[in-house]
């Protein structure tokens, strides 16, 4: 059973930056993916980066390439996404979420991932 605990959300003015924090636990193999996932009001769920985290490699979506990273720090077992240049349009519930079963690390597909966390509210106002 795998636990995943989000912190790091708030309000920020477009430009800004935030950084979110997934610390997850639990996982009885060593890689697996890690996906960030944002949902807006009325929105379908949608995949922002992933990391798989044996080796560290990522996956973005386009809207988000070139202005977020993911990142780990294996030694704290947390993940990070690293959010600049901020938009009015990234305003979301922040969600991390893992999938144990696949190594695919350009899955985003919400349905695939089998632990999720609570989430971290982002709200971006312009």
């Known amino acids: 059973q795998v636990q995943l605990v989000e912190s790091g959300g708030g309000s920020v003015q477009a430009g800004g930056s935030l950084r979110l924090s997934c610390a997850h636990s639990g996982a009885r193999y060593s890689g697996y993916l890690v996906g960030w996932f944002r949902q807006a009001p009325g929105k379908k769920r949608e995949g922002v980066a992933t990391?798989?985290?044996?080796?560290?490699?990522?996956y973005y979506a386009d809207s988000v390439k070139d202005r977020f990273t993911i990142s780990q720090d294996n030694a704290k077992n947390t993940v990070y996404l690293q959010m600049n240049n901020l938009k009015p349009e990234d305003t979301a519930m922040y969600y991390c979420?893992?999938?144990?079963?696949?190594?695919?690390?350009?899955?985003?597909?919400?349905?695939?991932?089998?632990?999720w966390g609570r989430g971290t509210q982002v709200t971006v106002s312009s």
């Open positions: 990391l798989f985290t044996r080796g560290g490699s990522t």
């Open positions: 979420a893992a999938d144990t079963d696949s190594d695919a690390v350009g899955e985003m597909d919400p349905f695939e991932y089998n632990y």
